[in-house]
């Protein structure tokens, strides 16, 4: 199976920086896009960046120029860096990856578990 793992979650003032990591393990052949989704209370999950394994990137207007998606092809990582941060930024964010397993002829989804963000005011 795969497994994602977040880190670098926490609670920080309005207009401070974090940088959140994921690194996926198990039997991977090959990882396509990576990526980060948010979920604030009583709101629906979204895209927050997104990043292909060749370097292509998209953001969502609402963090386009405070973050920065990276990832690490040889360790199967992605990272956040998120700076000047909002309260409005405040939410759980996961991380995503469409993997393609060992023995395996097609990509699936697989998600972590979730790091908490809180940007106070």
């Known amino acids: 199976q795969v497994q994602l793992v977040e880190s670098g979650g926490g609670l920080v003032q309005a207009g401070g920086s974090l940088r959140l990591s994921c690194a996926a393990s198990?039997?991977?052949?090959?990882?396509?896009?990576m990526g980060w989704f948010r979920q604030a209370p009583g709101k629906q999950r979204e895209l927050v960046a997104g990043i292909l394994s060749g370097g292509s990137t998209n953001y969502a207007n609402s963090v386009k120029g405070r973050f920065t998606i990276s990832r690490d092809n040889a360790k199967n990582t992605v990272y956040l860096q998120m700076n000047s941060l909002k309260p409005e930024d405040t939410a759980v964010y996961y991380c995503?990856?469409?993997?393609?397993?060992?023995?395996?002829?097609?990509?699936?989804?697989?998600w972590g578990q979730g790091t908490q963000v809180t940007v106070s005011s």
């Open positions: 198990g039997r991977i052949f090959s990882i396509n896009a």
């Open positions: 995503n990856a469409e993997v393609r397993q060992y023995y395996s002829t097609s990509y699936s989804q697989y």
